[in-house]
């Protein structure tokens, strides 16, 4: 059923676990992207730059996709999700593949066809159905939506009920219908309900119809049948544009679809559920079952082909969708297609779906051409479509007169134009939006054009356009994308009269050499995009012109100052490109940006040395490949940013004060990167996403960590290891992994800082004598010496480990590490109830033959007492490793320690996630007393791990299951508070009416429960 979780579940499922694997990648709907064209290579190319975690440009063809796969998969663990696969083909060629699949791969498939595994050779896989919520899970989701609490209040308890009942535990049910109840009279509601028990329960889909009815009026009503039918997945400001031009309150009302949980907004994308959107959908094709051309949209590509075909258009048809791509698709039935032949079309449409299914793995024996069959329309079919609004073909051809087109379009996209230019007489006047991206036009149209209403124009990947339009008839465009137009090399000098304009797109038009002079009188522009014009040369101070400017997209771009053309004809144009950043001046860009995107302009350290600190709105900043090798100090003024991007910065060493607004940064493969230092938000706030993967010789971060040699320990540190032969081990290599960058590398042993807590990693085969030893045991058990003036200065653990005699390390890759390499320190103070979890940044990696030897020293202070009794273990051993020895030691200030000492066998091989860091400061800073709050995950119960930390709080939302399961793993008593904080054992006392009587929550939701009739 769809929106019971499916794939919910399978997302934090695949969060939980893609670390263990050497790469994984999830494909969402399936089924949804199959239907579109190009569905398959779209689908294995996110397939493929997920598994190898680099960008695939292109992929020419199935079979050329399928075997890359092959290569790919059968090389290296992987961990692959197929969400919503809907087709037996499609599951009987993943299960097909799973020889192909290199041992210890998962593959995890969601569907909502439960006879597929019937069907299917399935009995090798294990099946987990997805249950309904129970009655007390369906009742405090209902209450949430419908009125922001937990429990219905007295008025509303028995309306609850019966709502609840025929949700029969769907997620998206009790939500949709929660919220399309919320703030309604109890008159309302049992008019609502009545409608709704005249509903068979089974019908879903008739249910969320009743959300739909709720909407406060028609305009809103037929807001929502066009976004499901029209504009699923596209952007935002986009659809609003249009659906205002079609005499919506489209700002208005998507609030309002987004409140009553019909619609949401996603990155900027209008996003639906599958359900509602069906939902949409079935409403019209209710308004005629059998004859399409009497609806009101028509999206189905059949019923528009037949609709066009036959000229069976009528008034009352206000949107279509033709996608001939598609309906081509017959040819791998290995039929003729003709005009003529309704069967024909009739059985494209079932092959073309067949195809479109089959799965990324599946390889093609045939490729077929994407070339005309020759279908054309008459253009008369649209005569009396004259009520039509939007309209979406692609390759679709048509003979005949213009004069018969519609002349109240308002949105227009024509994919795949097959004119050099638009005709004369083809109405355009009533567009707001025109789409003609893959045309073969050469220009637009002839002369000029006025097209008082036009704000969008879209003309992108038309390779042979040279020339755009005359713009002084478009006097509102707001947005012009000539994206991928490679053979452009001249813009009409008119395009300084768009006064309206705001948004530039000129990505990859890599002919274009210059802008006009005009183009510095676009005073609305904000968003200006040049990336990829390789050959457009451009000075920063015409760009400092642009007054409105926020957004520049800038990347391997030549810029020069201004000068007498004498004096810049030297360096025009081959010498320029040879001087990096010549003359390059960030003081001329306009001070009020705030993204800004450089990447691969092959600036140094001198460019960015003047004029960055002028950039004071600048949020978003992107240098990356670039031959940086110390950012200015100044960068720390810019106190509005946000984002930095530094990946691929090879000559980086180190990065300066950085300003404390900042919550992501990322420096990936940054293989000179050495020190950070002073990064802001990782101790108070805990905010800061730092990705520096690759990143391999970072090793100290102020107020994170610190990684030095062993020679270097303080005086303190040498106390501790007073019994060890340092100068035997400090001359020893051992090999480390870096959590933080996911890279290992060989050092002379170190000593590692990090929250109040000092470790390092050295050869050796045995615990020392002082130690409490319990072999391969993972848990020990200490007594702390009772006399009162004893008083803790620490504790010490100490750990010999090796390889695994069941795994095969030469098998992973190098860059590939994942998860491969973590344990967990795990102390629990029993007389208090306090426990501690620590996962060390770095990992020690045994040799072949030899043993490790992991030594840590924490710093307790008030934290543990005299007589208190505490537990010491060793918990989520990954399989990589074996533990030989195990011991503890407590330090105090006097000799003798009574310890006794108990021993158990428990132990939990836990597979858990890591990424990103936290913070400490430094071993003689205390942190079990001055910085435990920030740890704290639960009431007595603290956390210290760098890559937990930052992995969730960069995207909050997304990993809040992937953290709740890893405390759950590893505090046994974990219990989740929606309050924010977390506590072990806590229970809510509030009390709420029913009946006119007061009861307790437990005996309310009891009789509330007693009552309900759950149907599953």
Known sequence: MGGIGKSTVAKT?????????????????????????????????????????????????????????????????????LDDVDDLDQLNAVLGMRR???????????????????????????MYKLNSLDARESLQLFSWHAFGEKYPPLDYMNLTRDVVVHCQGNPLALKVLGSSFCGRSTEVWESALRKLKAIPDSKTLEKLRISYECLPDD?????????????????????????????????????????????????????????????????????????????????????????????????????????????????????NFTVNDERALVMSDVNSQKRRRLTVFKRFTNVFSETSNGVQFQLDAFSKMQRLRIL??????????????????????????????????????????????????????????????????????SHFLRRTPDFSGLPNLKRLILKDCIRLFHIHESIGDLEALVLLNLRDCKNLRNLPRSFCKLKSLETLIISGCCRLTLSTTELGKLESLTTLFADEISYYQEKSWPALWQYWPSKLRKSPDYNFLLSSLSSSLTSLSLAKCRLTDKALSHGLCNLSSLRHLNLSENLICNLP??????????????????????????????????AIDCTSLERVTNLPNVWET?????????????????????????????EEMWNILSHLNLEDIENKEVELFHRLTDTKRKYPVQGLYEFGIFSTYFPGTEIPGWFSKNGEESIITLKVNSHS??????????????????????????????????????????????????????????????????????????????????????????????????????????????????????????????????????????????????????????????????????????????????????????????????????????????????????????ELEDNLNWPW
């Open 219 to 335: 305009n809103v009503q037929n807001l929502f049948l066009d976004i499901v039918c029209f504009f699923v997945g596209k952007d935002k400001d986009y659809a609003v544009t249009i659906l205002d031009g079609c005499g919506f309150f489209s700002v208005v009302g998507i609030q309002i679809l987004v409140d009553r949980c019909l619609l949401a907004i996603d990155n900027n994308k209008l996003m639906v559920h599958q359900l509602l959107q069906d939902m949409g959908r079935e409403i019209i094709r209710q308004e005629s079952p059998t004859e399409p051309w009497k609806r009101s949209r028509i999206w189905q590509h059949k019923d528009s082909f037949n609709i066009l075909h036959t000229s069976t258009g009528t008034e009352k048809i206000q949107g279509l969708v033709l996608d001939m791509r598609i309906l081509r698709e017959v040819r791998y039935a290995g039929s």
């Open 633 to 666: 100090q100044s960068i720390t003024n810019l106190s509005m940013l946000q984002d930095l991007w530094l990946d691929a910065c090879p000559s980086l060493q180190s990065l300066p004060e950085l300003p404390p607004s900042l919550i992501k940064l990322k």
């Open 13 to 81: 499922a695949y969060n939980l676990n893609l670390d263990r694997f050497e790469g994984s990648s999830f494909l969402a709907d399936v089924r949804k992207a199959l239907e579109k064209y190009d569905g398959l290579a779209h689908l294995q190319r996110q397939l493929l730059s997920n598994i190898l975690r680099k960008n695939v440009a292109k992929i020419y063809n199935v079979n050329e996709g399928a075997i890359k796969i092959q290569e790919a998969i059968s090389c290296k663990r992987v961990l692959v999700v």
């Open 789 to 1006: 003036n004893t008083e803790i200065k620490g504790i010490n653990i100490c750990i010999v480990y090796s390889r695994s005699t069941h795994h095969k390390f030469q098998r992973w890759g190098e860059n590939q590490l994942g998860n491969w390499y973590s344990f967990f320190i795990k102390l629990c103070n029993v007389t208090n109830g306090d426990k501690w979890i620590y996962a060390p940044t770095f990992i020690g990696i045994p040799g072949s033959d030899e043993d490790l030897t992991f030594l840590c020293h924490w710093k307790f202070g008030k934290y543990i007492q005299a007589g208190d009794e505490i537990n010491v273990s060793v918990v989520g051993w990954s399989y990589t490793f074996q533990m030989k020895e195990f011991g503890v030691s407590i330090e105090c200030d006097r000799q003798e320690t009574d310890q006794s000492v108990t021993s158990s066998s428990e132990s939990k091989q836990l597979a858990i996630q890591h990424r990103y860091p936290s913070t400490y400061n430094m071993p003689e800073q205390c942190v079990m007393e001055s910085y435990m709050p920030v740890y704290q995950v639960a009431t007595h119960h603290y956390y210290f791990s760098h890559p937990d930390y930052f992995l969730l709080k960069g995207n909050e939302r997304e990993h809040a299951a992937v953290r709740l399961i890893l405390y759950e793993n590893l505090f046994e008593d974990f219990v989740h508070s929606t309050t924010g904080t977390v506590d072990a054992g806590s229970q809510d006392d509030s009390e709420f009416d029913f009946d006119d009587e007061n009861y307790t929550e437990e005996a309310a939701l009891k």
């Open 100 to 126: 192909l699949f290199y041992p210890g791969s998962k593959i995890i498939i969601t569907t909502r066809n439960g006879h597929l595994l019937n069907a299917t050779d399935a009995c090798r896989c294990k």
């Open 392 to 461: 979406q073909l692609s390759d679709a051809r048509f003979t005949g007169s213009y004069n018969w087109y519609p002349k109240n379009v308002r949105s227009l996209h024509w994919h795949g134009f097959y004119l050099k230019s638009i005709p004369k007489d083809f109405p355009l006047e009533s567009l707001v939006a025109l789409d003609m991206r893959n045309s073969c036009l050469e220009q637009a149209w002839e002369g000029t054009r006025v097209l008082n209403f036009l704000k969008i124009l879209n003309l992108s990947h």
């Open 686 to 714: 805990q905010t800061l996403l730092l990705d520096v993967r690759g990143s391999e010789k970072l090793t100290e971060i102020p107020g994170l960590f610190k990684l030095e040699p062993v020679g270097n320990f303080e």
